[in-house]
Every structure is written in structure tokens, then in C-alpha cells.
């Protein structure tokens, strides 16, 4: 999401290097960010599926949650997040979302538990860039007396995704290969000491590396260096992210729908559920138990053009039925895709609806998300 | 043959009263991957300034605004089946449409090469 801003556009510890590597900047969410390489979104998009890929993400808000236990500082967090935060185990990383008192999502977060017992009573947060300051402000607002929220300046945060990430990231920090896929640990990488996590936003296997800003280019070049290691755009992370169903905060998520209209309803676990202590509950329970009045669907367009942002969908008889929220070119599919939200009589796969394109009506049928699959790492069984 | 140009980027070729249109080598590099292309159907009237086809990359759609006034006689359709074209050879095979021009006084206000490329460095 672009964000109109007063003054100057912030860089990361990475702006020289993407100018460098030829990279198109643009303002996002108040940073100079590359939008893409030279090599242009579709070949960036495709290495990635078929190789690895580095996204700069340091423009995203890393802050550490503080209390005296793990228990304090999860049922703090708990106020504002439907997840069960408690039962997160050591070097564990969730998906959730922060909630206004109606169930609306203020944004979207990942949440981690050190490995360390000895820093039980922290957790790790990542937060949109675009939602900082509203997130921080939200958060402290929540947090009792003895939990504080740390805000993290001095540390860049470095995506690796792609079928090769793991053999790419493994060559400068062996233990990263021996991670699941939502854990996360400390480690050398060549020697630096950096909180790697293996999540992602593109449906492959891959990397966050939270690292210190100092240290962020010179990582950023040893992975480069490796040919199988392309750098990677904010076009191609928006297109890899939406060929894997994922949500971007502030166009298919935000502070009116609630995660189950989102169709992310796994951010809610049962022992939160059954208590229903969390804000909006009220909303998301009885959603749950009677279905959305609304639900984020994938679509599939007929034919080859887009249906962006903002179109309307209509159901055959031409009455309105929802609105797009995210759409492009799929170039792994090589045909449009895009995402919106229908009325729930309208929601179930293979319907057939009708979007709104520039005055004219495009077939498009209602389709299963992820698109492309999802090839998340899984452990072998030992 | 004058190859003629706009400020919105486009390029005008002229035979006899038909000017062929596409859009320059600098408006597909901003542009990007260029993933579909929408075309007028022939025999559509243009005003200048009109919609007179629509360019998609993978981030945005824009606009081939009809540099003159005339009667669409041909698009290129194969730019449907391959946008990609676009990208490859903007200024050549990759010409969006030609129109019968209504007045052709309205080439007159339009930049030679040399002043569109001087056009570009003041960009």
C-alpha cells in the first residue's frame, strides 16, 4: 500500500545497494523501496518459484513485547489478539492479527517465542510498515504495567524464498536448513549474530533474517553472490504473495472485516475460542457459528484481462455482489487472478460471477486459494 | 518517413491520411511487463485525447490516449495474444492501431525525435 507522507522518504540499511543493483525506487509506506530490477517483475516472480529470490523488508516494524514471564506478556498480547499466544512453544512463530473491539483487523503480525527459556517473557513482533505507528500506539494501549513494547530501529529484516532458500542460506548459516517451517532461532550468518525464521510471504520455502542494519548489506551481498539468488521487487513479492492466497493488509484485510469474513479463521485457536476473551468477540463467534455475511474469495477471470482493486462483482443477474480487493497477472499461471469479497451465497467455488472491468462485465468463476500451491518446508519424518 | 511523437509517449508514423500509432521505448520500460493489451474495434470514431486502448503490466493499467481525431481502420490484434510484444518492440512491430485522420493540421503541434528526446531528458 502506498501512504501519502509529509517530508522525506525514509531509506533501509539496503536503499544504496538496490540503487545500485538498478533497481526502479518508489515511495511505500513512506520508504524509498525498489519496485523492481532490472530483470522486471515477471523474471523476478519466476526466479523466485523456480529458484531463490531476496526481498529487502526492512521497512517492516520489528519490536520486541517485555514482561516478566512468558505468561504476563502473552495473556498482554491476548488482549488483542485472538491467538493462543500462552501454549506458543519455545522458537515458535503464529500468524495473527491485532483486533478493534468490533473484530475488525488493525493489521496483521507474526508472533514469536525465543528458543532461550533464559528470555521467557519476550516475544518478537513483526509488523506491517504501514501500520507502525498505528500498531505501537494500539499496542501500548493495551499493555498493563509491567509489559512494555521495545521498538526495534537498529535492524534490517531480510526475506530468502524460493525452493533453493534453504541450500542458499544453509551455505553461511548451517543451522538455518534445520528449522521447521514457522520456527525461528538465533545464529551466525557468516559469523554475524542474527533471529532467522522460516516464514515468508510467497507460498515457498524461505527465510526472514533479522539482522543488524550495520552488518545488512554485507549479508545481503554474500546471498547475492550466490547465482542462484536474484533480488526481488515490491511487484514481484505483490504477485508471488497473491498466487499464494495471502492477504495484504489494508486492501484485503483491514479495520472493518473481521478474520473470518478474511477467511483467515486459523489466527483464532480453540482455548481462545472457548473463552471468547478477545475483542470483537461477540462478532467473530457468532460469524463462525452462523457463516459470514461476507467472505474473501479467490477469483479466476475468463480471458487475459486484469480485474484490479476496486472492481465491482456482480452475480450473473447483474446484481452487486461484492467488490475486488487484490488482482493482476498470475505469471505462473500466465492468466489474470484476483481476490474480493462476496456475499456468502455467492462464495462457494466454481460460482460463476461477473466482474466489472471498465465499464464491461468479465465472466469469472470463484476459485480456490492458494492459486499456485503452497510448498512450505515439512520436516522429514524421522 | 517523420515518426512523430506526444508527450503522453506515443508514437504517430503517417501514410497518406493514415497515421499509425504505438506507444515509445521509454513508455514500456515504465510500464513494465506488459500482460494484456485491450484494442478498439475498427471502424470506432476518435476524438484526441480519447481512450483509444488500454495497456496492462502486472502492477497497473493504463491508457493509449488517441493522439489525433479520426476512424480506427485497423488495431494490431496480435498484441491479444502476445502483450509481451510490447515490451520487445514498442516502436516497431508492436504498433497498437491506425487512424484515418480528420485533420491532419493536428500533426503539427507533435515532436520530431530530436525533440522528444530532449523531451526525456528534461523528464
Redesign the interface.
Known amino acids: 500500500m502506498t501512504l501519502e507522507t509529509d517530508g522525506p522518504l525514509l531509506s533501509t540499511p539496503l536503499t544504496d545497494l538496490h540503487r545500485e543493483l538498478g533497481a526502479r525506487l518508489v515511495p511505500f509506506a513512506g520508504y524509498e523501496m525498489p519496485v523492481q530490477f532490472p530483470a522486471g517483475i515477471i523474471a523476478e516472480h519466476t526466479h523466485t518459484r523456480e529458484a531463490a529470490g531476496l526481498f529487502d523488508v526492512s521497512h517492516m516494524g520489528q519490536a520486541y513485547l517485555i514482561g516478566p514471564d512468558h505468561e504476563t506478556t502473552a495473556r498482554a498480547l491476548e488482549r488483542i489478539v485472538p491467538s493462543d499466544i500462552l501454549n506458543l512453544k519455545h522458537g515458535r512463530q503464529r500468524y495473527s492479527v491485532l483486533l478493534n473491539g468490533e473484530g475488525g483487523i488493525i493489521d496483521d503480525l507474526m508472533v514469536t517465542r525465543p528458543v532461550s527459556e533464559a528470555e521467557d517473557g519476550r516475544l518478537f513482533l513483526v509488523v506491517n510498515a504501514s501500520r507502525k505507528a498505528v500498531d505501537y500506539d494500539f499496542i501500548r494501549a493495551a499493555l498493563p504495567d509491567n509489559v512494555r513494547l521495545e521498538t526495534i530501529e537498529d535492524r534490517a529484516l531480510i526475506a530468502v524464498q524460493g525452493p533453493q532458500a534453504a541450500a542458499v542460506v544453509a551455505a553461511h548459516a548451517p543451522e538455518a536448513a534445520k528449522l521447521a517451517f514457522m520456527a525461528a532461532a538465533p545464529m551466525e550468518f557468516d559469523g554475524i549474530a542474527c533471529h532467522v525464521s522460516r516464514c515468508g510471504y510467497t507460498g515457498e520455502d524461505g527465510f526472514e533474517l533479522s539482522v543488524p542494519a550495520g552488518a545488512a548489506e554485507a549479508i545481503a551481498r554474500a546471498l547475492l553472490a550466490d547465482e542462484r539468488v536474484q533480488p526481488i521487487g515490491l511487484g514481484a513479492r505483490d504477485s508471488l504473495r497473491l498466487e499464494a492466497g495471502l492477504c495484504l493488509y489494508g486492501h484485503d484485510i483491514d479495520e472493518t472485516t473481521s478474520p473470518i469474513e478474511g477467511a483467515i479463521t486459523f489466527v483464532l485457536q480453540k482455548r481462545r475460542k472457548e473463552a471468547g476473551d478477545f475483542p470483537g468477540a461477540d462478532r467473530i463467534l457468532s460469524e463462525l457459528d452462523a457463516g459470514p455475511k461476507r467472505l474473501r474469495v479467490g477469483l479466476r477471470p475468463e480471458g487475459r484481462a486484469p480485474a484490479r482493486e476496486g472492481a465491482e462483482i456482480r452475480d450473473t443477474c447483474g446484481t452487486v455482489v461484492g467488490t475486488v480487493t487484490s488482482g493482476g497477472f498470475a505469471p505462473t499461471l500466465g492468466a489474470p487472478i484476483a481476490m474480493g469479497y462476496v456475499d456468502a451465497a455467492h462464495a462457494a467455488p466454481g460460482t460463476a460471477l461477473v466482474l466489472v472491468v471498465r465499464g464491461r462485465e468479465l465472466p469469472a468463476t470463484v476459485a480456490d486459494m492458494p492459486f499456485v500451491p503452497q510448498r512450505y518446508y515439512r520436516k522429514p519424518k524421522s | 518517413m517523420t515518426t512523430r511523437y506526444t508527450e503522453d509517449h506515443e508514437w504517430i508514423t503517417v501514410e497518406g491520411d493514415v497515421a499509425t500509432v504505438g506507444i515509445t521505448n521509454y513508455a514500456q520500460e515504465q510500464l513494465?511487463?506488459v500482460?494484456?493489451v485491450?484494442l478498439p474495434d475498427a471502424g470506432k470514431t476518435v476524438a484526441k485525447g480519447d481512450e483509444a486502448a488500454?495497456v496492462?503490466?502486472?502492477?497497473?493499467?493504463s491508457e493509449v490516449f488517441a493522439p489525433l481525431d479520426g476512424e480506427i481502420v485497423e488495431a494490431n490484434t496480435a498484441l491479444?495474444d502476445e502483450?509481451g510484444k510490447v515490451n520487445e518492440d514498442p516502436e516497431g512491430g508492436a504498433w497498437f492501431v491506425k487512424i484515418r485522420m480528420s485533420d491532419k493540421s493536428q500533426l503539427d503541434g507533435m515532436m520530431d525525435a530530436d525533440a522528444y528526446k530532449a523531451h526525456l531528458e528534461g523528464l
Open positions: 513494465g511487463d500482460v494484456f485491450e488500454v496492462e503490466s502486472v502492477k497497473a493499467a491479444a502483450p
